[in-house]
């Protein structure tokens, strides 16, 4: 089964050399230089990323990458996200198949049948049109060889983000990748557009503090209960639960940044890079 590149040509470029270039200019400016991929065991368990158009928040996922790439490849990725699109089940898994995108194809590992239990679906239907997931693809390519296990989220309550992490607690020698973006906002609610920037990053910096916790229960009440439009916050609880389990005792945050520093406007989103170990 072929999963053809849905985002590609609007989140980032459909052309293979100019993929190339912007991944690259995303980790100059993320990282400060391009990535030594270090093949030895690493100490990173968990990574949160962005998943906007790769102008607004390429530098923010790529210094991420960067910092996961020289601390140790796996060559092996669970990579969880939102279903923005309302198709297929809740909570579904594609479990085989090959994904594409301009710089090739990656296969599904074979540990993604492990997944096939409890609230998790087998429905390559809910990945089909999905971003979240298919925008992380082309910076792991640049880095190296791997396969990977996907996941999307409708449902991001407390017990289903709990159950889904205990379930890829036990899928061995991966890295987890939770895909999200921050605040969500619009100039219509502030006097200024300034005001909406230091909005969204305020109330961003009350989830961070969450993240970098470890506090999974608490990112979802607090995204919950004050209203945060953040998008991917049961993935990211999910990947929390699942990498203390595995022995993580530790998050930093590793760049920030919002969709206003890029294009100033009336409309504004925020992204943080976050490595857990």
């Known amino acids: 089964m072929l999963r053809r590149p849905a985002a590609a040509g609007t989140f980032y470029p459909y052309d293979k050399e100019s993929l190339l270039s912007l991944i690259e200019e995303s980790f100059l ?19 949160v990323v962005p998943h906007a158009g790769y102008i607004y928040s390429g530098m923010v996922a790529a210094a991420a990458y960067a910092r996961m790439a020289e601390d140790g490849w796996p060559g092996k990725f669970v990579i969880i996200g939102p279903n923005h699109t309302g198709y297929g089940s809740p ?9 594409e995108t301009p710089l090739g194809q990656v296969k599904i590992s074979d540990d993604a049948k492990k997944c096939l239990r409890g609230i998790i679906d087998d429905d390559p239907l809910a990945h089909r049109y999905e971003h ?22 409708g449902m991001q309550d407390y017990e289903t983000s709990i159950e889904v992490g205990e379930i890829i607690s036990e899928i061995d020698d991966a890295i987890i990748i939770a895909s999200t973006d921050f605040s ?13 920037e230091e909005f969204v990053e305020k109330r961003d910096m009350m989830a961070i ?58 409309y504004c989103v925020g992204y943080a890079s976050i490595i857990v170990e």
């Open 29 to 47: 400016k993320g990282h400060g230089k391009l990535p030594v991929r270090n093949d030895d065991k690493g100490r990173i368990k968990g990574i």
């Open 132 to 153: 979240s997931i298919e925008v992380q693809i082309p910076f792991l390519q640049y880095i190296g060889e791997f396969e990977f296990i996907p996941i999307v989220l």
């Open 184 to 196: 969500h906002e619009r100039f219509s609610h502030f006097p200024s557009e300034k005001d909406i």
């Open 209 to 266: 503090e969450k993240i970098l916790s470890m506090d999974e229960k608490g990112l979802i009440e607090l995204v919950e209960e004050d209203g945060i439009t953040m998008c991917g916050y049961g993935g990211v609880a999910a990947m929390l639960h699942a990498v203390k389990r595995n022995g993580a005792r530790k998050a930093e945050l590793v760049k920030y940044s919002t969709s206003y520093n890029v294009e100033p406007g009336t």
């Open 91 to 99: 909570v579904a898994v594609m479990s085989e198949g090959i994904w």
